[in-house]
């Protein structure tokens, strides 16, 4: 409402710089004009998805990102995340829209994209004391390194 009246004011300085009505809302709010853009773009919500929002059961950028899904897709995505599915992440988000844009989102299609399982690329972490105990003292880590991965090696060749 704030940037309405900001952009209504019939009022334009011809020797101030062009600022956005957005800029001026979100300077005054202490966020980017940017940002502005997106918190109207979420009056496009249906109003259970933004509770959810309002919950943090979705995230902002999220929010922002199911705006563009019509009111039916939107509901399919509600009624998915109501009955268990995991958080909608960012990726679903745009794969979702993806969708949508060439027409192809069906119920069955958000339920898939929503109960995907992440791929599991974990990191192992191999702490220097815990294996310290298996290499003599004057090895460094460049030393113990080269035999870990040695081992790993010839215990791959023998799978």
């Given at each position: 409402?704030?940037?309405?009246?900001?952009?209504h004011?019939?009022?334009k300085?011809e020797?101030a710089?062009?600022?956005?009505?957005?800029?001026?809302?979100?300077?005054?709010?202490?966020?980017?004009?940017?940002t502005?853009?997106?918190?109207?773009?979420?009056?496009?919500?249906?109003?259970?998805?933004?509770?959810?929002?309002?919950?943090g059961?979705?995230?902002f950028t999220?929010?922002?990102?199911?705006?563009?899904?019509s009111?039916?897709?939107?509901i399919?995505?509600?009624?998915?995340?109501?009955?268990?599915?995991?958080?909608?992440?960012?990726?679903?988000a745009?794969?979702?829209?993806?969708y949508?844009?060439e027409?192809?989102?069906?119920?069955?299609a958000?339920?898939?994209?929503l109960?995907?399982?992440?791929?599991?690329?974990?990191?192992?972490?191999?702490?220097e004391?815990?294996?310290?105990?298996?290499?003599?003292?004057e090895?460094?880590?460049?030393?113990?390194?080269?035999?870990?991965y040695?081992l790993l090696?010839?215990?791959k060749?023998?799978?």
């Amino acid at each position: 409402m704030k940037m309405d009246a900001v952009k209504h004011q019939g009022i334009k300085d011809e020797n101030a710089a062009s600022v956005d009505s957005a800029d001026l809302v979100g300077q005054a709010a202490g966020d980017s004009g940017r940002t502005v853009q997106r918190y109207i773009r979420l009056t496009c919500l249906i109003p259970e998805l933004l509770k959810l929002l309002d919950e943090g059961k979705i995230n902002f950028t999220v929010g922002v990102s199911l705006t563009y899904l019509s009111e039916t897709e939107q509901i399919w995505v509600k009624d998915c995340i109501v009955s268990g599915a995991s958080s909608v992440t960012g990726s679903m988000a745009t794969k979702l829209k993806q969708y949508s844009d060439e027409g192809n989102l069906t119920e069955l299609a958000v339920q898939l994209i929503l109960n995907e399982k992440k791929t599991e690329t974990g990191k192992v972490t191999l702490t220097e004391k815990k294996i310290r105990k298996y290499f003599p003292k004057e090895y460094n880590r460049e030393q113990i390194e080269q035999v870990i991965y040695e081992l790993l090696d010839n215990w791959k060749k023998s799978q």
